[in-house]
């Protein structure tokens, strides 16, 4: 009878599209972990209908190691169905998730993984810090108090080490398979596909842990870098990202906004009042950071005003 097929105890899953030079960047990092000794794991890439030469690179890879290596396709595009699929095609207890153009240093792994020694850990975010890839321009900040998402993409916590005070993001994160099973997978409603994505598969699906009492816990020491590429780096970008951003808010409402809330044509009071005070901080600020920050929470405040009346009108399952 044929030997059983040792189950991992983590599996890395990487979701790439089209970016072949940047995943074998990250292969190579992953072959340089140290530290995971006491770990037996593997590494999956859900390739999402790349024409870039992807699954030559991993088969090529699989053939002469070291890495346990496999592949998967999943064909219908969309970030949240590559992580579904992900999840679906790994048997370990513990699901590892990380993007296909980021810096990842030797301990990386070790420190990712530790906090689930603890078996309250349901899951861990690893710090996300910006690796600027070009001059920053005088209208982008990437800190307080203009500190500006999208494609600077950062994930950062007040302490070193403990409970998350925002959920975790896809670049850099860890469940226990256990957490997909009581609480569902990502949602394919969200995340990066087509011309107008609504971002936050992530964000939305670390809310529904935190809301079910979950323990998350953040590790500093699991830093990876995250280029902020020019392709993305112009006001253009950041304006469509914002009022993307702004739709995710119906999403999220059942985890932070109250009960019984105050709304006027399904759509929270508080909207109304915080788009007049965004667009005039706008036109009367002329710091260029300050000033662009201030547009593009008007654009966020639209989204959300935009997407909670669709909701109204019946969008919503």
């Not at 002329?286 to 005003?305: D, N, Q, S």
């Amino acid at each position: 009878m044929a030997e059983r097929e040792e189950v991992p105890d983590a599996s890395v899953v990487i979701c790439t599209y089209n970016r072949v030079a940047g995943l074998e960047v990250v292969l190579d990092a992953l072959e340089r972990q140290a530290g995971v000794e006491r770990y037996r794991w593997e590494v999956l890439v859900v390739d999402n209908n790349s024409s870039d030469g992807t699954r030559a690179l991993v088969e090529r890879r699989m053939a002469k190691g070291p890495l346990a290596l496999r592949y998967s396709f999943e064909g219908i595009q969309g970030k949240s169905r590559a992580m579904n699929r992900g999840i679906a095609e790994t048997r370990a207890p513990i699901v590892v998730f990380t993007d296909d153009d980021v810096t990842i240093p030797a301990g990386w792994l070790a420190a990712l993984l530790a906090p689930f020694d603890d078996p309250e850990c349901a899951g861990v975010g690893g710090a996300v810090k910006a690796r600027w890839e070009v001059a920053v321009p005088r209208w982008a900040s990437e800190s307080e108090p203009y500190r500006m998402m999208g494609g600077i993409v950062q994930y950062s916590n007040p302490a070193e080490f403990g409970p998350v005070v925002a959920p975790p993001i896809g670049a850099n994160c860890a469940y226990r398979r256990e957490m997909f099973r009581k609480h569902g997978v990502f949602r394919l409603d969200l995340g990066h596909s087509g011309s107008l994505p609504i971002p936050g598969e992530d964000i939305e699906f670390g809310l529904r842990l935190l809301h079910a009492g979950e323990k998350l816990i953040f590790s500093r020491a699991a830093e990876v870098l995250h280029p902020v590429t020019p392709a993305r780096l112009n006001r253009s970008y950041f304006q469509r990202w914002y009022f993307q951003r702004g739709r995710l808010e119906p999403f999220l409402a059942e985890y932070e906004l109250p009960p019984g809330i105050p709304r006027i044509a399904g759509i929270p009071r508080y909207l109304f009042r915080e788009l007049p005070v965004w667009a005039a901080r706008w036109l009367t600020t002329f710091e260029p950071r300050g000033r662009f920050y201030y547009k593009l929470r008007t654009c966020m405040a639209a989204g959300a005003i935009r997407e909670f009346y669709r909701w109204r009108s019946g969008r919503a399952a």
